[in-house]
């Protein structure tokens, strides 16, 4: 990825989420895109760019592991982090059948923004 700031990409289908979010990310130093419509996040993907994917488990538009599949065949080694609301157990229902999830983090909501920055900092330094 190269230096400078680390690159974050954010997928969530809630305003609110990803309004907070992105602010609290951007004053932790990152470089933030955000977006509440998982087919644009899609279509404007380029790969080896970000450092660190951002996704929210359920949305209208599409499914978090939908959107998550498609964006790892274009950047294989993205780095993934999944939000939800629906516990864990839902997060590996739907991600472990290809085994893929290993490579996933997951952060319950709600998070505290703090949280959410440590959790960020310690998977991109992974």
């Given at each position: 990825m190269g230096k400078g700031r680390k690159r974050i990409l954010l997928v969530d289908d809630e305003p609110d989420?990803?309004?907070i979010f992105t602010?609290?990310?951007?004053?932790?130093?990152?470089?933030?895109?955000a977006?509440?419509?998982?087919?644009?996040?899609?279509?404007?993907?380029?790969?080896n760019y970000y450092d660190?994917?951002?996704?929210?488990m359920r949305m209208r538009d599409m499914p978090g592991d939908q959107l998550y599949q498609k964006?790892?065949?274009?950047d294989d080694k993205l780095k993934v982090c999944v939000?939800?609301?629906?516990?864990?157990e839902?997060?590996?229902?739907?991600?472990?059948?290809?085994?893929?999830?290993?490579?996933?983090?997951?952060?319950?909501?709600?998070?505290?923004?703090?949280?959410?920055?440590a959790k960020v900092n310690e998977i991109i330094n992974r």
């Open positions: 989420n990803v309004r602010i609290a990310l951007r004053d932790a130093g990152f470089e933030v895109d977006f509440v419509d998982p087919g644009l996040a899609l279509s404007t993907f380029k790969p660190l994917l951002i996704l929210d964006l790892k065949k274009i939000l939800s609301a629906y516990g864990s839902e997060y590996k229902s739907r991600f472990s059948p290809d085994k893929s999830a290993n490579g996933i983090s997951y952060i319950a909501k709600p998070v505290s923004l703090d949280e959410l920055v």
